[in-house]
């Protein structure tokens, strides 16, 4: 939790020094400090729904330990390699300016850690605060590998809302009872949908509404009369959730690190790879009652999903809370949207917007050099090897962007492209638009099969992007949370059917439109974003759902270095992994 600087007034003389030390240099003031974490990815058993198995874990911890830092500090992450699986980390949210070589997508900007090695990830927060999450970046780790990044403003930075009593992290996840590599293995191999989670979970644990689950439960104690931040993360692999508490209103005060113009909601609607901050405030006198906090999933796609709600209690301490039963009191349920509820979707989403104010402006580019049209979406491959497989008509299943599925290379994108040795790797020719437009949103055209490649597309520093993504009614229209990594953009427009590049534009907001990393493409429907290319380095942008990243839904971006130092990517470390 942030601690003011200023807490105390009884040793005004030292105050006094240290304000006069801060005014003769400033840089003390702005400067952070470096934080050391050491992550061990290691084998842990662990037990959910009475199944014990062997998880992968860091520190043994599931979820993983928190980091915290303050805006400014340097960080240096020792990720260390004890299990057989080869391993990445990504740190998702982070800007990582000029410092590609930490942002851990496997194949992407680095080879994976492998067995018995170890990699420090070495970065510095610049200009964020707020809550990020860090996660495994290869294959389906990070089902068991996730944690949460509280980033807390400077020493002396209020927050732009009332400072919270306390701070608490609620991480949602999912808890599969076999081993999610085998889920995803198994879908690959036969070309069909996945199997999907056994429960959804709240900082871990499954809650009281599963079987042999009610130890399981995540409580959280609060007081009467008092504020709380909570800092929502959805962790889970492959679904949207909605979360309320029951008889409480939430205040949403920020989205993926981002301070948001505040305003009341009694559900929040968070994607996988989203963050959100929330004030919650307790009532005024004990109530005689404890609440259930529950999250089940916003469902838009045709295929199959854990249909199930994860809960965790909400509970007043009293001052009689020795002699009082918990047990016997009342407990009370929120009442979530209907599944499919793309109404209450769009009303909230539309509800965030930046502060855009002079202590956080919203730096929107208000021109543009690069209008880009993205179509997003499922496809098909041809079976392999003359066999059937599972996915239509026995095909298998793939998805891509401009109908490009994208395949990972076997080494590293930043490494081949920072040692001029791309020939073979990738090719610089990513498509600017659908080669082939059709009526994204009507009618699918028969023919469903993709194509594959390894291709980037290229972005001189400090050009200015437009990107309209469109999803697709191929194999069925669907919400798609979309992640752009080393950026920030701004949500400028979106809307359902096709995009008009004549009509749309005309109502997109330049002044106060969200700032995010991650946002989800409205199912049948189109977003338009903007964002300043003024990060040197090789970018990855893909679907959160972490299916249709594995089935192809990714690209990358490649961003030139600049003129200036400051402008241009710095050289590898010493330790980068190798393949």
Partial sequence: M??????????????????????????????????????????????????????????????????????????LIKVANHVQSNISIHWHGIRQLQTGWADGPAYVTQCPIQTNQSYVYNFTIVGQRGTLFWHAHISWLRASVYGPII?????????????????????????????????????????????VSDAYTINGLPGPLYNCSNRDTFRLKVKPGKTYLLRLVNAALNDELFFSIANHTLTVV????????????????????????VLLKTKAHFPNA???????????????????????????????????????????????????????????????????SAQFPANVPQKVDRRLFFTVGLGTNPCQNNQTCQGPNGTMFSASV??????????????????????GVYSPDFPISPLIPFNYTGNPPNNTMVSNGTKLLVLPFNTSVELVMQ???ILGAESHPLHLHGFNFFVVGQGFGNFDQNKDPANFNLVDPVERNTMGIPSGGWVAI?????????????????????????????????????????????DLPKC
């Fill in 2 to 75: 942030a601690v003011s600087l200023l807490r105390s007034l009884a040793f005004p003389r030292v105050l006094f020094l240290c304000v006069a030390t801060l005014c003769l240099i400033p840089e003390l003031a702005l400067a952070g400090i470096t934080r050391h974490y050491k992550f061990d990815i290691k084998l842990q058993n662990v037990t959910r729904l009475c199944h014990t198995k062997s998880m992968v874990t860091v520190n043994g911890q599931f979820p993983g330990p928190r980091i915290v830092a303050r805006e400014g500090d340097r960080l």
């Fill in 151 to 195: 980033i807390l403003p400077k020493r002396g930075v209020p927050y732009p809302f009332a400072k919270p009593d306390k701070e608490v992290p609620i991480v949602f996840g999912e808890w599969w009872n076999v081993d999610p590599e085998a889920v995803i293995r198994q879908a690959l191999q036969t070309g069909g949908g996945p199997n």
């Fill in 254 to 277: 920020e989205a993926d690190a981002v301070y948001v113009k505040p305003f009341e909601t009694n559900t929040v609607l968070i994607a996988p790879g989203q963050t959100t901050n």
């Fill in 290 to 356: 404890t609440f259930f906090m529950t999250a089940r999933p916003y469902v838009t796609g045709l295929g199959t999903f854990d249909n199930s709600t994860v809960a965790a209690i909400l509970e007043y301490e009293t001052l009689n809370s020795a002699a009082l039963s918990i047990r016997k009191l009342p407990l009370f349920k929120p009442v979530l949207p209907p599944l499919n509820d793309t109404s209450f979707a769009t009303n909230f989403t539309n509800n965030l917007r930046s502060l855009a």
């Fill in 402 to 423: 401009n109908n490009i599925s994208f395949a990972l290379p076997t080494t590293a994108l930043l490494q081949s492209h920072f040692f001029g040795q791309s020939s």
């Fill in 471 to 473: 999803d697709t009614s």
């Fill in 530 to 574: 903007r964002f300043l290319a003024d990060n040197p380095g090789v970018w990855f942008m893909h679907c959160h759902l972490e299916i249709h990243t594995s089935w192809g839904l990714r690209m990358a971006w490649l961003v030139l270095d600049g003129k200036l130092p400051n402008q241009k990517l710095l050289p590898p470390p010493a």
